[in-house]
Structure formats: C-alpha cells, structure tokens
C-alpha cells in the first residue's frame, strides 16, 4: 500500500526558515505531480507548491521567491524549503501526490504536518 510521510515542521519565528519534506512508499511505478498544500484554522485547503515528474514548477503567488519545492525521483521524496516565513503561512501542510501503483488509487495524500510561525 502507497503511504506518503511527511516531516519537518513545527515552531519558527517570523523570517525563519523550515524544510518539509515527503517520502513516498510501497509499490510504487510512477509518480507524476508531487505538491504541498495547507490549511488554516478555518480555511481551506489550497495548493502551496507543485513539480511535474519534468520539474515544472508551479507556486501560490504569496510564497513566490520565499518556498522551493524540489523531488528527488530515484528516493520519491519532495522537498518544500520555505524561507523568510510569515505568521500567514501558519497552517497544517498536506504533501500529495498523484502515484501510479498495483491500486486503481492515483492520488495519495500524507498525514499533515503543522508548521507555527510566531514570536
């Protein structure tokens, strides 16, 4: 069975920085898109970041020029490198990705990971 564990978050202050990162398992074929998402208290869920199986990227304008996503195809992880954290990226991040495997399932997302920006 495909599981995706994420890791990395937690407390930072303001202008901090924090690297997530997402590791796929199981019986895995292919992986297409990897991304991160997050929500809020009270929000939803939106796309943060995403990279093609090509490494096309693609960002939320808000976290342009401060998060990096990157994968690393042979270990099927992703990264999110996030710099010059703000109290608004607060939020739970979700790492999903669209996996091709021995279950009809294509899209498989982690367990969250909470990641705090305060004083």
């Known amino acids: 069975q495909v599981q995706l564990v994420e890791s990395g978050g937690g407390l930072v202050q303001p202008g901090g920085s924090l690297r997530l990162s997402c590791a796929a398992s199981?019986?895995?074929?292919?992986?297409?898109?990897m991304g991160w998402y997050r929500q809020a208290p009270g929000k939803q869920r939106e796309l943060v970041a995403s990279?093609?199986?090509?490494?096309?990227?693609n960002y939320v304008d808000c976290v342009k020029g401060r998060f990096t996503i990157s994968r690393d195809s042979a270990l099927n992880t992703v990264h999110l490198q996030m710099t010059n954290l703000k109290p608004e990226d607060t939020a739970v991040y979700y790492c999903?990705?669209?996996?091709?495997?021995?279950?009809?399932?294509?899209?498989?997302w982690g367990q969250g990971t909470q990641v705090t920006v305060s004083s």
């Open positions: 990279i093609s199986s090509g490494g096309f990227t």
């Open positions: 199981g019986i895995i074929f292919n992986i297409y898109v």
């Open positions: 999903k990705a669209d996996i091709v495997s021995n279950s009809p399932q294509v899209g498989y």
